[in-house]
């Protein structure tokens, strides 16, 4: 047989051993490969080694997360790139809640200060405040409240944050980069306010820790990314944030804080 | 009565994300063993998964009314999939030897099996797998995965990759042979 004509039964034969051939083309080709040593060893060789690859792990591996589970992530996605898009993508929305925390804060404090000794005993109104008898252990589950509650909010915006970065938009001013100069200012504005949060080294939140120093050490990654950012080095964030399973944790953290 | 797939891309074109639900519990396994298959790496086809889906409802209402879903799925994972293994690769070439990471993802495939011998021939299995996917040139890469793990008929496969019927054969074939040569020996 000529060298050529053997190599389309060659090509016939993997198709054979594939099991793509059908009817005629397949009668053929099998008639073929029973006459020819080297076909057959051929389409034996090539069988061992699709059942080899049937063996892969691969086709029967499960996702390591439920269904609710990533149904909930694709539409946090969903809601990040809807907001990504909207021009108020941006705008500070925790300053509201944050504002009435910090009221919240400020009574609080204003509560615990003590107060200077009045020189006059004159204005009843000015000593009022001073005379609020609030007992010690209301005030402290007020603060364990606030303290909650803020955590629990900072969480929920870094996850925020970190879903955005999953879905970057290109760089308009350089090919194959990726936007990131609002995420990066993001992440330096709560970075700031993680600093700002009170009460996080007590006990309070004490099984937040672990998981707020994980959101820390990806913020700071993120802040410190250029607004035009190297592809490789965001994928190399969300792989970290994958890594440490970041996303889910935060959910869960952010649940239990709130109670 | 269920839904079909179609009325839920129609659902998902008006911006009913509700109709996402029965679509993943659907086509999520199928989307996240071909991304693994592809990508060898559970956590980042998992994060496809993810991807396909947004797309799927971003894409919803330009899809074509007269096309089946499954397909159009699997031309989004396929795409998606593609351009990830080519980012992963440029990044891979920029930091990490290949071997060793694409090692310690291997390994990371082959968990559940309770047997002991089963799990190590499972795992140099997936690893030998992984080696020899990886050597594929991209489309040889996409036509094998597509038929061996999607079980694609040969026809969807050429209509998913935009190719003739005559080059998913021929790249088919190349695929397979190669796929042989990497994993002589292995038995």
Known sequence: MRPWRHRGWRRRTGLLALGVLEGRAADEARAHVDGCARCAEERAGLRQALELAALDPVRTAEPPLGMPALLARVNARLDAAAAARSPLAWRPAWLLPAGALAASLAVLLLLRLPHPPSTTRSTPAVVAPAQVAVPEDVLGRMERTVTRAQTARYLDEAQDLLLTVAAPRPCARQSRRVDMEQEAERSRELLARRALLVGTSGQDVASARPVLRDVEYVLREVASLPSCARERDLQAIQREVSRRNLLMKIDLMTRELKG | ?187
């Open chain 2, 1 to 187: 009565m269920e839904e079909s797939d179609r009325d839920l891309i129609g659902r998902l074109a008006r911006g009913d994300r509700e109709a996402l639900g029965p679509l993943m519990e659907r086509h999520y396994r199928r989307l996240y063993r071909l991304s693994l298959s592809y990508l060898r790496d559970p956590d980042e086809a998992l994060d496809a998964v993810q991807e396909i889906f947004v797309k799927a409802f971003q894409n919803a209402a330009r899809w074509d009314g007269g096309a089946e879903v499954g397909p159009w799925l699997t031309r989004i994972a396929v795409n998606h999939s593609i351009d990830r293994y080519r980012r992963g690769r440029r990044r891979l070439a920029a930091e990490t030897p290949l071997d060793e990471e694409a090692g310690d993802r291997d390994a990371r495939l082959t968990t559940g099996d309770p047997s002991p011998e089963r799990r190590v021939l499972g795992r140099e299995v997936g690893e030998r797998i992984a080696s020899a996917l990886r050597s594929l040139p991209e489309r040889q890469r996409a036509v094998f995965v597509l038929r061996h793990y999607d079980e694609l008929a040969l026809e969807d496969i050429a209509r998913v990759l935009d190719m003739s019927l005559g080059t998913v054969k021929s790249s088919l074939h190349r695929a397979v042979h190669r796929m042989r040569e990497r994993l002589e020996g292995l038995r």
